[in-house]
């Protein structure tokens, strides 16, 4: 979907013949981007180990893409042959084959056998197998069958002696056979998913705003997700804006440099900037911005807030979504202040309905009769000029959006938080001891809760500009520490990390 979604955009706004399935499998731009580790949202290459496997392995070719979907697995991982492959290739280690004739059949993968496919090309070459006796021992290989695999290894011991390689080796090869068993994977799946890889990677070293609001619409529910592809739009300069009820479109849209609004400052080298989707705002349905899409499109921009007013569907016109609306900063382009609106945006609605269902309904005001418009009188009167403070709209607009997306606390203190801790979160996650290390950031999603004995504990989200961890404070530092715990306070914690396959957890020291 990602994909698609990109390529139609990119159609749209760019190159009405770009086709993803005709770019190069050599582009240097994407081997540039493995090679930083610079994947977050590229498929199946996100999580921290991958990347630290991709800095570690620079891949350069097609075919390094597919070996690494195939090696980043608990079987392979578990005999270290992700690093043996990257060491290989990099000349860290040298490139060994077990016997002189495998040089022709294992060079791609540096004398490795990584595929099930290697295994097969092995028994034919070796032990003179058919293409279809290497089929059958790769489906033993994969039932793990005692039985089976047992009288494989006759067949194939006797075959390396019949092509005058010997019963030792068939043994010996046999056995390693009978190891990668458990490891080696499909070649033709590896390819098949390392193509969808390369061309999301594609997409993001060539068209990295028009691919990373495709990515934040796909993950506009999962604000987690979201949170993370935000901070990496912002470490790419691509500047994330917030919902504007002129601009914004459905889902999140991209925006090229050159087209970028006038009121929008674009940081130095930023390709340019992508307009936040209205249908990912708290209250705001898919529906809702549908009717407003239509009247825009059909009537023109809206002037300011009376002239939404006095044109939005009275459906879109309830209190809980106006709210949202104005909380997530939708109506800052016309003008008018979130606080002050915010006092007042109720009994514009009131007024302005009541009198639109009069006028559908042939009753004229006074005003109206002598051709006055009492809202351009009521609008000088009754909008208070009142901003909320920095942290107060930071906050409601991280209710709304459930991302600060205008600003963020944490800017402008980054110096004073680098002196205190060790390294940033994303950094830290990325390590492979399990030594107690400081990171800083702000508190989120806080949960306080009891463990089966009955002592108060308590799970948070701790974010910096980079990215974020679940952070668990177990009874004896919540004890201690329990009193400054609160949503959106800035803290540093010192912890130790205990990851799983997919998620980082910093168990928390003080």
Do not use: W
């Amino acid at each position: 979907d990602v994909i698609t979604d990109t390529v139609a955009m990119v159609k749209a706004t760019k190159d009405p013949e770009f086709d993803i399935d005709r770019v190069p499998l050599d582009d240097p731009r994407v081997f540039a981007l493995l090679g930083r580790g610079d994947t977050m949202g590229v498929f199946q290459l996100e999580s921290p180990p991958m990347r630290a496997l991709l800095r570690s392995m620079a891949p350069t070719s097609f075919d390094d893409v597919g070996a690494l979907i195939a090696l980043y697995r608990p079987g392979p991982m578990s005999a270290n042959m992700h690093y043996d492959y990257a060491d290989r290739k990099n000349g860290r280690k040298p490139v060994e084959f077990f016997h002189p004739d495998a040089r022709e059949l294992l060079t791609d993968t540096y004398g490795l056998m990584i595929y099930q496919e290697s295994v097969m090309r092995v028994a034919q070459k070796f032990a003179g197998y058919s293409l279809a006796e290497a089929d059958s021992l790769r489906k033993a290989m994969g039932k793990k069958s005692r039985e089976v695999m047992a009288k494989e290894r006759s067949n194939f011991e006797a075959g390396c002696e019949k092509q005058s390689y010997g019963r030792a080796l068939g043994e010996q090869l046999f056995d390693v056979i009978a190891k990668f068993a458990d490891y080696a994977f499909n070649k033709s799946h590896s390819y098949g998913y390392g193509l969808i890889t390369y061309q999301t990677a594609y997409l993001k070293a060539h068209h990295p705003v028009e691919y990373l609001a495709c990515l934040l619409t796909s993950v506009k529910s999962n604000l987690d997700k979201a949170a993370v592809y935000l901070s990496d739009a912002r470490a790419a300069a691509v500047k994330v804006l917030t919902p504007d009820i002129n601009r914004s479109m459905m889902d999140f849209a991209a925006v090229p440099a050159s087209q970028a609004p006038v009121d929008v400052a674009l940081p130095f080298g930023c390709p340019g900037c992508i307009t936040f989707g209205l249908s990912a705002i708290r209250n705001v349905g898919e529906g809702l911005v549908e009717l407003v899409l239509k009247e825009r499109d059909a009537n023109g921009p809206f002037e300011n807030f009376y002239d939404f007013v006095e044109r939005a569907p009275e459906q879109v016109l309830n209190k809980r979504t106006i709210e949202s609306l104005i909380k997530a900063g939708a109506f800052d382009s016309l003008g008018h202040p979130r606080k002050g609106l915010l006092m007042v945006y109720e009994t514009i609605i009131d007024a302005t309905v009541a009198r639109r269902r009069e006028r559908d309904q042939g009753v004229m005001s006074l005003f109206g009769d002598v051709g006055g418009d009492d809202s351009v009188f009521s609008e000088k009167r009754e909008i208070p000029a009142l901003q909320f403070d920095k942290a107060e709209q930071l906050k409601f607009e991280k209710e709304m959006l459930g991302l600060y997306v205008s600003d963020h606390p944490l800017m402008g203190i980054e110096g004073a938080l680098r002196r205190r801790v060790d390294a940033s979160i994303a950094e830290a996650v990325e390590r492979e001891d399990n030594s107690f290390f400081t990171v800083g950031g702000i508190i989120s999603a806080l949960n306080r809760k009891y463990t089966r004995k009955g002592d108060l504990m308590a799970t948070f989200m701790l974010e910096d500009l980079q990215g974020a961890v679940e952070v668990a404070v177990f009874p004896k530092t919540f004890q201690k520490y329990g009193h400054q715990l609160a949503d959106d306070v800035i803290v540093t914690v010192k912890g130790r990390l205990r990851s799983e396959e997919h998620t980082s957890e910093l168990q928390s020291h003080h």
